[in-house]
């Protein structure tokens, strides 16, 4: 980031009023137009090379979730082993980009992943709610990491955003980014909760201005997750940001993508939206688990030219 | 070599059976003519089928099968005439594959759009006026609106089948017979629709399609025995019409060119409003009456507007009208071609600024790559002049005052379209704009219950909606 660029950051952050101004300054975002555009991304038709070309990328981008109460560390551990092989009986099929599980699994799932280059993300700060006391977010964070998470997914306090008090959202984020340290902080907004496009559109920056790594639609805990609408929306997002500041931040749709069709729809948007350097695990991700399947029978079926019942490929 | 790129996705044309030649669709038969003319796939110079050119007495027999034919469709109650649109709607949209694939390889547009927007809005208009059929009394047209008689109808080659439902389907619901030429261009789905009016069971006189260029449009409109004449096309067209019309009596609607401002004030929705003005202008490779060809941006944010508009022009895939992932297909013949080359080159001497982002185009065929051109004032002719094609003149402003002044300083008034998010401003402003259509944060959207027309050389008369139907009712 430039010295101007990073001179007016801080500036904006010391004024609430000032946040206010700019991210109220912003464009805004026609319902209309946006889910029009959307679903007009979603009629390209991706076939044969490019669709075999399109599995593999989004396999890469899988961050294998698991986020249950009911998760045991045997759990964990077979999904960080599938994480690792995808498709025990194909060695071609790459690995996912990471597991993602809550803190106190994260040491659990490190001794499994350990060295093999699949990140490890613990979703902190008071996960799904966010409604903790900011020490005790902050411990969150610093216990997933001591653990061996290397990406943090925190969410923001969705309360206070909607009350109006960006400063407070502004501040927790750089507050839950020192804790985390090395670790990447994902940010993730909870569109289905900020309910208008120009909300999302405003939290995204306001997280990026905050110093995110990444912003994520959803926890997959409420009513509507990830869209198509709203994730093309981040992502103009982040192109803006870094057309304006130089840097660059990803995006992370989670929640509700469960089929091949869908990923590639995602692809699509990203090709269209972002282009080449954004096409890549390092800045996009998919937040699911049950799409990995669907990616793997797809993956073989264009291989070997038939479908395979859903018991060829591994359950977690 | 970019890292996702779209392997080709074309669809299938075998669902289309051509046959080598084709005949004039007159009294419920194909029936032969003397002349014949050939309509090509304007994305390979491939010639599609042989088509009949129908001369005078071809005319003549056409008309005289509509007049026989009126006599008892007009007199079926109007329950009966809907079941037969009803009817129609339902076999095109059984038909859409095949229509949409035929109407790509004869006009050169996109599989996408002919697939996603002609066909359906071709059958929900045929549904729409199916609909209204027996509820003529209640249109507000009096207690017991009579219909004209033979409608002379000629329609242009951008959306050919759209443009014969918009013609034809008021008509028929109203109780009138058709005589109808497509353009010399784009024959075929009109002649397909002949099929469709069988399939239907519609009796034989009601719908008559004849083929042929200018003259057998002119010798249709100007038949003593046509009542009532409809037309869509150039300005120049019309006006000969509205003189060989000019005290016969035959009633008259014309939808000629258009030169639209479509303007973007700076609290618009930026991505949406460059969604919008791509929509506008590169829809159907810009051969649109009611095209938003001319941008006009508020100067304060024309430079952002400016580069988003590239950087999403970047994205278009211009190419094989048949594969599924084509955003911009082919230029519909030579001539056009040539008068859209012819134009964008003034604009280039008279000092615009001319930007195309790069783009392979095929070596067979006409193609034209999207162009803006910025830099424009009023007082070029590319501000000015219909140009009908992927070319876009960018203007600017500096008030919603010269933005109003500017977009009616044109002696067309088809659509206009305004972008900003304050909801008082867009009222204000379509309220001063002399244009038929004004879209708000959206464009070029159609629906059989809107009426559609324009201003001063744009024409007169409306089409669609309840106001489509005053103009086949006395």
Known sequence: ?316 | MPLFDYAPAPESRSIVSLAPSYGLFIDGEFTEAKGTFKTINPADEEVLAEVALAAPEDVDRAVAAARRAFESWSALPGSERAKYLFRIARILQERAREFAVLESLDNGKPIKESRDVDLPLVAAHFFYYAGWADKLKYAGLGPDPRPLGVAGQVIPWNFPLLMLAWKIAPALATGNTVVLKPAETTPLSALFFADVCRQADLPPGVVNIVTGAGDTGRYLVEHPDVNKVAFTGSTEVGRQIARSVAGTGKKLTLELGGKAANIVFDDAPIDQAVEGIVNGIFFNQGHVCCAGSRLLVQESIASPLLEALKRRMSTLRVGDPLDKNTDIGAINSKAQLDRITELAGVGSDEGAERWSPPCELPDRGFWFAPTIFTGVTQAHRIAREEIFGPVLSVLTFRTPAEAVEKANNTPYGLSAGIWSDKGSRILAVADQLRAGVVWANTFNKFDPTSPFGGYKESGYGREGGRHGLEAYLA
């Not at chain 1, 109460?69 to 077979?78: L, S, W, Y």
């Not at chain 1, 990471?98 to 001794?111: G, L, N």
């Not at chain 1, 350990?114 to 902190?124: E, K, Q, R």
Request: with cysteine; net charge neutral; proline share 6%.
């Open chain 1, 1 to 316: 980031m430039t010295a101007t660029a990073t001179s007016r950051l801080s500036h904006l952050a010391d004024s609430p009023a000032d946040l206010r101004t700019f991210l109220h300054g912003l464009p805004g975002v026609d319902k209309v137009g946006i889910e029009a555009r959307a679903a007009a991304l979603g009629t390209r038709s991706v076939k044969t090379t490019s669709k075999a070309q399109a599995i593999d990328l989004a396999i890469r981008m899988v961050d294998l979730t698991t986020l249950e109460g009911a998760d045991t560390p045997g759990k964990v551990r077979a999904l960080s082993a599938k994480a690792l092989r995808p498709d025990p009986a194909d060695p071609t099929c790459p690995p996912v980009a990471a597991v993602c599980v809550y803190p106190a699994m994260v040491p659990t799932a490190a001794a499994v992943l350990a060295g093999s280059g699949v990140h490890l993300a613990s979703v902190a700060t008071a996960f799904p709610s966010g409604q903790a006391p900011l020490e005790v977010k902050l411990a969150d964070t610093r216990d997933a990491v001591a653990g061996g998470a290397d990406e943090i997914d925190m969410v923001i306090s969705r309360g206070a955003f909607l009350a109006g008090d960006y400063a407070k959202v502004f501040d927790e984020i750089v507050a839950v980014k020192e804790a985390a340290g090395p670790a990447h902080l994902k940010v993730i907004l909870e569109t289905g909760e900020l309910a208008t496009y120009d909300n999302v559109r405003r939290a995204s920056w306001l997280a990026m201005l905050a110093g995110a790594d990444f912003i994520k639609t959803s926890t997959g805990k409420v009513g509507v997750n990830a869209t198509p609408p709203v994730t093309l929306l981040m992502l103009e997002a982040v192109r803006d940001f870094r057309e304006r500041y130089g840097r660059q931040v990803g995006v992370k749709p989670a929640g509700g993508i469960r089929t091949t069709k869908d990923a590639i729809k995602y692809l699509v948007m990203i090709n269209e939206t972002c282009g080449d350097d954004w096409l890549s695990p390092d800045w996009f991700r998919f937040g699911a688990s049950s799409l990995l399947n669907d990616l793997l029978m797809q993956r073989t079926k264009l291989t070997t030219g038939h479908y395979a019942g859903p018991d060829y490929f591994t359950l977690d």
